[in-house]
């Protein structure tokens, strides 16, 4: 990584931000019997995994995966409704990596795929446009998966697709939004958090406003972090001051987010999009934690361009659901590192690059 | 999907910048961040800069940790010399 890119932080500097860590967290605990706290983000899951921190804070603070990964969370509805759509001999799906290999009930998009479906993964939204252009005979669907992150930048290709006249492109809206879920999970005292580690790149286009309510509704110790493993230590070292001394919602990662997030992002996406309620899994329906598109720009709905057909989800005892709201660990799954594993995943929460499962079984397998 | 890498903006167009990391080249998307310039490290996710890395910042957060890290050696000193005072 390029010098004056990342926190420039050294690994000395990290370990003494950990010794003050686990001395807050030792004075804590004097009157309380652990601290959760909770990410929110499928790349803090996997840095902290890969940094080893869970290893290296005190045992009593526990770290806990939340609905933080854009696959894990779309339902298994939504995921075998795009399926579908591949077996449309008429249809090129147009999908970002990570959908690939997601199991639907019958199949994943990458069998799919080996069957002879056109499916095409890009990189960015954009790349979309330049498919259904060369091809103005087809009907190219793109998956919208994702957070407050990724929906502009798919709001910003329909605008584009707009401008160009591409008539032949549709997007299938499956975003999620993240402040309604936070909400969710602190107001269904389900799992005991005592704060949140929210999430680096949503907060870069949403700012800090959001999540006020954690603090004035819940007192909810909350602070925007970074990815690095000196930025992950330091949150937590903020969220932990911020038990002592009174929640706000705090900025760690300042190099990157500012307060009032990246209102040109945002007015790119509301042109677009505008909030609608929302299945997730594991959480169930939550009222406008979710994106539709506009009345102007229904054209480009592939709900309304295409039909279809509700089949009814296989039972896998997959687990998902509760791992993304912090009730149990991955391998408290009987399935995880047995029937499920990255190479046969059952559930998404295995095969996403973000995924809880897939970060402990990557990384923290030999040690639980 | 965001891997948080900053990339460094070698050309602007309008819309578009050339971005790189680490040698290798990339066309991104700069309609989410007009200020950026030419030079700028900017955060890229799925294409699109939707951010520019403010290295004020970064460098004042060095500073805090710098200062805290020695608040703690200074802290482990004063342990091991109350200890050696003893013994
Ligand atoms: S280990 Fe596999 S089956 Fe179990 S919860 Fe994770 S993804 Fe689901």
């Given amino acids: ?368 | 999907m965001c891997l948080g890498i900053p990339v460094r903006i070698v050309e602007l167009n309008r819309d578009t910048a050339i971005g790189e990391v680490g040698g290798v080249q990339r066309e991104i998307s700069v309609m989410m961040t007009p200020d950026a310039k030419v030079g700028d490290y900017v955060i890229v996710h799925a294409g699109f800069a939707i951010q520019i890395v403010d290295q004020e910042e970064a460098k004042e957060n060095l500073r805090i940790l710098e200062q805290m890290a020695r608040a703690v050696d200074e802290k482990r000193e004063k342990v091991r010399r109350r200890k050696n005072a003893r013994g």
């Fill in chain 1, 1 to 368: 990584m390029e010098s004056s890119s990342g926190s420039g932080a050294s690994p000395k500097l990290v370990h003494s931000l950990l010794e003050r860590v686990n001395r807050i967290v030792d004075e804590l605990c004097r009157d309380r019997e652990g601290i959760n706290l909770m990410e929110v983000c499928g790349t803090h899951t996997m840095a902290i995994s890969g940094f080893g921190i869970r290893q290296a804070v005190d045992k009593r603070l526990k770290l806990l995966s939340g609905p933080g990964c854009p696959v894990c969370v779309t339902t298994q509805e939504e995921i075998d409704g795009a399926i579908g759509l591949a077996e449309n001999p008429d249809i090129t799906l147009v999908t970002f990596g990570d959908m690939m290999r997601v199991p639907g009930s019958r199949c994943s998009l990458e069998q799919e795929k080996a069957k002879g479906a056109d499916v095409r993964v890009i990189y960015s939204a954009m790349d979309a446009l330049d498919f259904a252009d060369a091809e103005n005979g087809r009907q190219f669907v793109f998956l919208g998966i994702g957070f407050e992150t990724t929906a502009p930048t798919v709001a910003a290709a329909v605008l584009a697709a707009q401008h160009r006249g591409i008539e032949n492109l549709s997007v299938l809206p499956m975003f999620k939004l993240i402040p309604p879920a936070l909400e969710k999970i602190v107001s269904s005292k389900r799992v005991n958090i005592s704060g949140f580690i929210l999430p680096g790149h949503v907060s870069t286009i949403i700012g800090t406003r959001k999540y006020q309510f954690l603090v004035e509704k819940y007192r909810m110790p909350s602070c925007i972090t970074g990815f690095e493993a000196s930025d992950i230590v330091q949150g937590i070292y903020m969220l932990l001051k911020q038990m002592k001394e009174g929640p706000e919602v705090a900025i760690q990662y300042r190099r990157i987010v500012r307060p009032e997030g990246n209102p040109e992002a945002r007015h790119i996406m509301e042109t677009v999009f505008e909030p609608v309620d929302a299945a997730w899994r594991g959480i169930g329906m939550m009222p406008g934690s979710g994106l539709g598109f506009r009345e102007d720009f229904g054209l480009f709905d592939a709900h309304k361009r295409f039909e279809f057909k509700p089949r009814k989800p296989r039972k896998t005892g997959c687990r998902c659901g509760e791992v993304m709201l912090g009730l149990i660990t991955p391998p408290e799954c009987k399935l995880f590192g047995k029937i499920c594993t990255p190479e046969m995943p059952v559930g998404p929460c295995m095969v996403s690059s973000e995924g809880a499962c897939a970060a402990y079984y990557k990384y923290e397998r030999r040690n639980d």
